[in-house]
């Protein structure tokens, strides 16, 4: 329930919410406890999330949440209430809020001021208050000492980043830890120091780490970017020290945490300068939602994390056709890539099993030991990062002569460390794929079509050019295509830095021509895409991706990503999503809705596939009269073909000596002859001459070994 302050909660109702959190869950939440008391003796309430949640296990990693150092900045608390209801409405169903809870402690202190946070609901009670400080009476007759600016690293006037001057709102206090609420988070933390620890702030969408006390970096630094550049891509936050990216800051919690705890501190800056220090309570999802991926993977990494980062299939030599498909009567080696971005390293053992007659594993269970740090990130805003490759382990999977082509087996796979398995899966589908149809948006638009609501920069095939916000390129200077491929479809091609530049403002639609799914139980879809949301990340704007089977008079969602900017490839498999029909469309959809940030997309590279013994015929492009498109043959490599068209369709007829059936009926011709290239494919241009229904069939290898009919292919029909 939203707080009676502005929206966010008192103090007392931020007292309540940690009450409901331990009565709702209170094998995993602790009660309310207090680290300490506050200068006029109000006390600093923490909980513990973890499975034995009433004691300090000495054995068990600690990430450390704190917020309202700073009075007038209720969103940090709220964030961190937020992200207890989130891991402990999960456990133990979510395996990873089950590993979370069962091998880690979360300490929460939701209001490190809670003086001064008290004074802002006397002096505003529905919320606005600006009071940054504590309340300590000074000489002079003001009030307050900046509690982000004493703490005893660097502390004190020998450095710039605070004030001696009382009155001032970065008044450092007489001493290092002159206070009682810095004394009291100090001695907590050093009962049991974090690996990691998050001291919340607002606003300015940051993402900061030590030091700040002057223009230096820790012996860390490479560390530090690879978090931050893993945060940036979550959620489009700058990240970097206090003074590369904001002003010099001496004497606060990032410094001392990292310099005499060795821990990895952190503060986010949360929420733009549009949202300020009192957000709209409409606002408070998506500032949460902003944080909670960098908040888990701090508590992930406090310790040791082992998890995969991806999978690749090689064949084992000698015991396949050496091609680069998965196929019956194959022995493979699944080879899992295993990372650990957490501060201390990690040992255990992968385990994978089948409960498929048609796949038999080897070699059930590898050890694997990876140290710390080594985590997913390539390249950070100052350039590339040197860091450790994450350990690859062969398991060894043999695949039944029988198994039906074009059939998925799903294997489990355990990651099986610190007393826990961690379950996964991994899925395979035997046999080449069929392409049916592909589109690198270079040659024409193919029957695209693109509707606006208030957009400027709405999507077009273009060239794109390289759009930066700070270190973050928000449009790609590339297309995604490898090679000499240039053009993509894209939301403005120019480049434009701020927000309402060359950008999307409103919103944008792109819409495919209509394509065929049907006759196959499933079929992949494949695309590449750029979604990129600056500054603020993709909190009030969306790149959705839907799918239609009955030329858009109904959607399906493929997919709704979060902010990347980057070139990301996706697959899905269209007929878990919904029946397939020869009355398929995709639809891409860019908002910049309310106009805040700088948004853009872009889309490349779309491939549709499936899997058959059969031949296969797809058309993409629009086929009514005179419109341009192309047909896609795929079977066996060098054979003969030729594609029929005719007026009408009829139940499948068996050919002697020829597999599948015919279903062509009425007029029937021939609309393109060829031979199947060494890959089995052809492609070949169209230009319909009839807005009519059509049917059409592809004949491989007529009157040879390998003589095939295709699907039936539905063109113009209702």
């Known amino acids: 329930m939203p707080g009676s302050m502005g929206g966010f909660r008192t103090l007392t109702e931020i007292g309540a919410e940690l009450d409901r959190l331990h009565n709702t869950y209170p094998s995993i939440v602790s009660a309310k406890y207090s680290i300490g008391s506050s200068l006029e003796n109000r006390p600093i309430w923490a909980v513990r999330l973890s499975d034995n949640p009433s004691v300090d296990e000495p054995n068990e990693p600690v990430a450390w949440f704190d917020a309202l150092h700073h009075a007038r900045e209720p969103m940090g608390a709220e964030a961190l209430l937020r992200l207890v209801d989130w891991i402990a409405s ?47 009476p000074n000489a002079g007759g003001s009030f307050g000492v900046d509690l982000n600016r004493n703490y005893g690293w660097e502390w004190g006037p020998s450095h710039p980043g605070s004030s001696t001057v009382p009155s001032d709102d970065t008044y450092h206090g007489t001493a290092g830890f002159s206070e009682p609420e810095t004394r009291a988070v100090r001695d907590a933390l050093l009962a049991h120091p974090p690996g990691m620890a998050v001291s919340a702030h607002t606003y300015s969408d940051l993402w900061l780490y030590a030091w700040g006390y002057e223009q230096v ?30 002003y010099i800051a001496n004497g606060g919690s990032l410094d001392w945490g990292y310099g005499a705890l060795g821990s990895f501190f952190f503060s986010p800056e ?75 390293p990690v040992n255990g053992a992968l385990t994978l099993a089948s409960s498929s007659l048609d796949a038999v594993v080897r070699n059930a269970t590898i050890p ?15 350039g590339p990062l040197v860091r450790a490759v994450p350990i690859a382990l062969p398991l060894r999977v043999e695949f039944a002569p029988g198994a039906p082509v074009g059939s998925t087996i799903s294997l489990e796979l355990g990651i099986a460390f610190e007393g826990l398995v961690t379950p996964d899966v991994v899925s395979v589908r035997l046999g080449a794929p069929h392409v049916l149809a592909s ?37 790609p200077g590339t297309d995604a295509t490898p090679g000499a491929g240039t053009r993509c479809w894209v939301t403005g091609a120019a480049a434009g830095t701020s927000v309402g530049t060359n950008d999307v403002d409103g919103t944008t639609t792109l819409t495919s021509p209509r394509f065929s799914a049907a006759g196959f139980p499933s079929v992949e879809l494949e695309y590449a895409r750029w979604f990129a949301c600056q500054p603020g990340g993709p909190l009030d704007d969306r790149l959705l991706v839907q799918v239609s089977n009955d030329d858009g008079n109904s959607w399906f969602q493929v997919e709704n990503p979060a902010n990347a900017n980057a070139w990301t490839k996706s697959t899905f498999d269209l007929g878990a999503i919904l029946p397939l029909t020869h009355r398929m469309r995709l639809r891409v959809t860019c908002a910049d809705s309310p106009n805040n940030d700088i948004t853009e997309a872009a889309l490349d590279d779309l491939v549709l596939r499936t899997w058959s013994s059969l031949p296969t015929l797809g058309a993409w492009g629009a086929t009514t009269a005179g419109s341009g498109a192309r047909l896609f043959v795929d079977g066996p490599a060098n054979r003969p073909f030729r594609v029929r068209v005719a007026t009408s369709e009829q139940a499948g007829q068996a050919t002697p000596g020829t597999q599948g059936l015919s279903y062509l009926a009425g007029t029937v011709t021939d609309l393109v002859t060829g031979t199947t290239g060494a890959d089995g494919r052809a492609i070949a241009s169209w230009t319909s001459a009839s807005s009519s229904a059509q049917y059409l069939q592809v004949l491989v290898d007529e009157g040879g070994p390998d003589a095939a009919w295709s699907n039936l292919l539905r063109v113009n029909a209702p």
């Open 270 to 344: 949360i929420g733009s300068s549009a949202d300020g220090f009192w957000p709209p309570p409409s606002r408070i999802p998506a500032l949460f939602e902003a944080v909670r991926a960098p908040f888990l993977d701090v508590v992930r990494w406090t310790g040791g994390w082992a998890e995969r980062r991806g999978t690749t299939w090689t064949q084992v030599p000698g015991l396949g056709d050496g091609d680069a498909y998965v196929e019956p009567g194959e022995t493979w080696d699944l080879v899992v890539e295993l990372a650990n971005g957490g501060v201390a």
């Open 90 to 136: 999960r456990y133990p169903a979510d395996p990873a809020a089950k590993r979370m809870v069962e091998t880690r402690q979360v300490v929460i202190v939701p209001c490190v001021n809670p003086d001064g946070y008290e004074y802002n609901r006397a002096t505003n009670p529905g919320g606005g208050g600006i009071w940054r400080k504590n309340r300590r």
């Open 368 to 382: 694997f030991a990876i140290g710390a740090g080594i985590l997913p990130v390539t390249a950070s805003q100052s």
């Open 217 to 246: 970096v820790t012996q860390d630094e490479a560390r530090f970017q690879q978090y931050g550049a893993r945060v940036a891509g979550q959620n489009g936050y700058a990240y970097g020290t206090p003074w590369q990216l904001l």
């Open 439 to 475: 589109d690198d948006m270079e040659v024409a638009d193919f029957g695209w079509t693109v509707t606006t609501t208030g957009a400027n920069y709405a999507f077009q095939r273009a060239v794109p050019q390289q759009t930066t916000v700070g270190a973050n390129v928000v449009q």
